[in-house]
């Protein structure tokens, strides 16, 4: 979608610095993920990509602003840490994602299409992790219900995964839902 890439290359343009601390959600998480490879989906300029592969997780990231990766290729170069980052619009309705499976995958602030939550345990090893926290439609007046989740929309689970954990991990007094999957 051209208007999110031109939305967010600007916020991303605009920003200065190294990117923020890892969401807290991830550090509490991080028990849960697999070693090994991580594909962040949605990575943005990558604060959650860089913490984990400075944990030696071989990380993928993927969003749709190119400003966003650039910044992220920057951190990670003065870091001395390798990642691998591709430009895609994730609610392409073609949308293919031709990668070999990972042994977890990861999207923070972001509400994946149900397209690609359909096709999300094809990008998954067996036994791996599926880490997934978002904002909830509790934050009624602040933001659009199309980007939010119902509160506890997927405590079922997702076909091919088991729910092992779920929290609601506030970020700056806005609600979010917390899932870590673990595919079957
Ligand atoms: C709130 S930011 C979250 C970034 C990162 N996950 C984090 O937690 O720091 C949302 C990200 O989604 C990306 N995004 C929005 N629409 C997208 C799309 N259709 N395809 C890929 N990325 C998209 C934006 O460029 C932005 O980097």
């Given amino acids: 979608m051209a208007d999110s890439r031109a939305k967010w290359n600007e916020k991303y343009r605009l920003r200065t610095g190294e990117p923020s601390e890892p969401d807290p959600f991830l550090v509490e998480a991080l028990p849960w993920l697999r ?22 997780f071989s990380v993928t990231g993927i969003d749709i602003a190119d400003v966003g990766l650039a910044r992220l290729r920057r951190t990670a170069q003065n870091r001395d840490l390798a990642i691998t980052t591709q430009q ?20 923070f602030n972001y509400r994946p299409s149900a397209h690609l939550l359909a096709s999300i345990h094809t990008l998954v090893k067996v036994g791996g992790t599926f880490l997934f926290c978002t904002f909830n439609q509790k934050n009624r007046d602040t933001f659009n219900p199309a980007f939010s989740l119902k509160p506890g929309a997927y405590s079922e689970g997702l076909e091919h995964f088991e729910l092992t954990h779920f929290a609601e991990p506030p970020l700056d007094g806005k609600c979010r839902d917390g899932y870590v999957f673990r595919k079957m």
């Fill in 88 to 107: 895609a619009d994730l609610e392409a309705p073609d949308l293919i994602l031709d990668y070999h499976p990972f042994d977890n995958v990861i999207t």
């Fill in 35 to 56: 070693p090994g490879s991580v594909l962040d989906l949605a990575c943005g300029d990558g604060r959650n990509s860089l913490f984990l592969a400075e944990r030696g």
